[in-house]
């Protein structure tokens, strides 16, 4: 069974509403990856004209990767600010 522990000042539905959101958000933005996946394929599939040579491929695979790994990063360094400043907050009150 699973326990779900209630955060300070929050209740059991509220804890739920926010993860469905959160599922919802991720899902949304699962949908758009592979919009965009298709679109950027495509492209590459009218400069890389030979579908035997996968260079075309591995550019986009390269690509993609730097620019995960960049976003994720940055991501990463905002939370880490948000987070500091929620602690500052409530440890001053």
């Known amino acids: 069974m699973v326990d779900i522990k209630e955060e300070e000042?929050?209740?059991?539905?509220?804890?739920?509403?926010?993860?469905?959101?959160?599922?919802?958000?991720?899902?949304?933005?699962?949908?758009?990856?592979?919009?965009?996946?298709?679109?950027?394929?495509?492209?590459?599939?009218?400069?890389?004209?030979?579908?035997?040579?996968?260079?075309?491929?591995?550019?986009?695979a390269i690509v993609i990767t730097i620019v995960a790994v960049i976003a994720i990063i940055l991501i990463g360094r905002v939370l880490a600010k948000y987070k500091a400043l929620g602690n500052k907050k409530s440890g001053s009150k």
């Open 9 to 60: 000042g929050k209740s059991t539905m509220v804890l739920v509403i926010e993860t469905i959101a959160a599922l919802m958000t991720a899902a949304f933005g699962f949908v758009a990856a592979l919009a965009w996946n298709q679109a950027i394929q495509t492209a590459l599939a009218q400069v890389f004209t030979n579908p035997e040579d996968p260079t075309g491929m591995f550019i986009y």
